[in-house]
């Protein structure tokens, strides 16, 4: 499966058929920063993600001084 | 994973909330606790009109969004910062939104206020960038409000930026800043208006996911100068305790609100006065910004390219 990360955008591909939060702490995300996104819907991290499908993992955090 | 309200497939887990809400039951979840935190803290009456500092990001454009939607007499300010394309993007950003919800949008320029965008401010004051850019935003946001007759500011902060100040100001031990932090601050001289964070409730997680589900359109990259500030890095050690511990950053925050924060008013209040140049509020003769716009004049500022070699904007 695909994953599309941000700041910068680039992507990798990852074995595919397994929960999202598989995925996340193969690539060592923590949860609580990103969202997941499948299309136009956001996914659990209890979901499985089949091998032909692309998610993109969206980062939540804005930073510097507000 | 299932809805707790209507056991349809969740889109999103609230780890803190023990919970998970599909898409619509989320939104309503997110409007209720921006509702409460107006109420609570009585932030705004229901026909007081608003001003909301957006920067074309996911909180504030968020924001925004519900107060719209809840019928409050909103307008926008959009602060150019000057800061390359970022600042040309997330402009666009505002004012496509402005647009399409048929809201005012009133837009202030630092390079025409301070004298130089905030690349320049930077290198002329040798300071952090967030330094300048920073105690521009805060003053032109006061400035604009009082000259337009806007009672109240009301800026997205949310949970994760007001808990990673929070952690900032008790690792340093900065009593006078513990004070000030808050929900909602008071009009405490005739010059200041009341600032509120409607958000401060809602995680930076919750946030992202309303945006999105709501198809806010905003600007997913970050300002240039962001990366390396210390409060994404107490934002990301604040998220490594959430993942140990769901609910941390909460309890941190929430807990300073209601039991820490008392202690550290000061008895004496400050002595306020009028800025001698520009007439807005500081503790002192001349205010930080006039002082930061002497400083930039007397460098030149306004006229040094930015470090990249690209003229700033
Ligand atoms: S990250 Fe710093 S320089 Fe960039 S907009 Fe925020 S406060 Fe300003
Ligand atoms: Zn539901
Ligand atoms: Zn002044």
New binding site residues.
């Given amino acids: 499966m695909k994953v599309v990360l941000r700041n910068p955008r680039r992507e990798v591909e990852v074995a595919g058929g397994r929960r999202v939060k598989d995925v996340l702490a193969e690539l060592q995300i923590i949860a609580e920063s990103v969202l997941v996104i499948r299309g136009d819907e956001l996914v659990t991290a209890d979901q499985v993600v089949r091998d032909d499908e692309t998610i993109e993992l969206r980062p939540v955090m804005s930073?510097?001084?507000? | 994973m299932k809805c707790r309200k209507c056991g349809e497939r969740a889109s999103i887990e609230l780890r803190r909330h023990n919970a998970a809400f599909c898409a619509p039951d989320f939104l309503d979840f997110f409007r209720r606790q921006v509702r409460e935190a107006i109420r609570k803290h009585r932030m705004f009456e229901a026909d007081e009109a608003v001003l909301v500092a957006v920067?074309g990001g996911k909180d504030s454009l968020a924001l925004w969004d519900v107060l719209i939607d809840e019928g409050s007499r909103t307008t926008g300010l959009y602060l150019d910062?000057g800061?390359f394309d970022?600042s040309v993007e997330s402009k666009a950003k505002c004012e496509r939104f402005a647009a399409a919800r048929g809201v005012p949008l009133i837009v202030s320029t630092v390079a025409e206020e301070v004298g130089a965008p905030?690349p320049v401010i930077?290198e002329v004051t040798r300071r952090?960038?967030?330094s300048g850019?920073?105690l521009s935003?805060r003053y032109l946001m006061n400035r604009v409000a009082l000259e337009h007759g806007f009672p109240v500011v009301a800026t997205g902060h949310n949970l994760d930026d007001e808990a990673a100040t929070l952690f900032g100001s008790v690792m340093h031990w900065q009593t006078d800043a513990l004070p000030r932090q808050s929900p909602a601050l008071a009009a405490t001289h005739p010059k200041l208006v009341r600032r509120v964070k409607p958000l401060y409730r809602l995680s930076e997680r919750e946030t992202a996911a309303f945006a999105f589900l709501r198809k806010i359109d905003y600007i997913v990259e970050?300002?240039?100068?962001?990366k390396g500030?210390t409060s994404i890095a107490h934002k990301e050690i604040l998220n490594r305790m959430e993942e140990a511990s769901p609910g941390a950053k909460h309890n941190f925050l929430f807990g300073f609100l209601d039991k820490a924060r008392p202690a550290f008013e000061r008895a004496e209040a400050v002595t306020l006065n009028e800025c001698a140049r520009c007439g807005q509020v500081t503790t002192g003769t001349l205010c930080a910004f006039c002082k930061l716009a002497d400083q930039v004049k007397r460098l030149g500022g306004g006229l040094r390219p930015s470090s990249d070699g690209r003229r700033a904007p």
């Fill in positions: 930073g510097g001084l507000r | 920067s910062l800061i970022y905030v930077k952090p960038p967030c850019c920073g935003k970050e300002c240039p100068f962001a500030a």
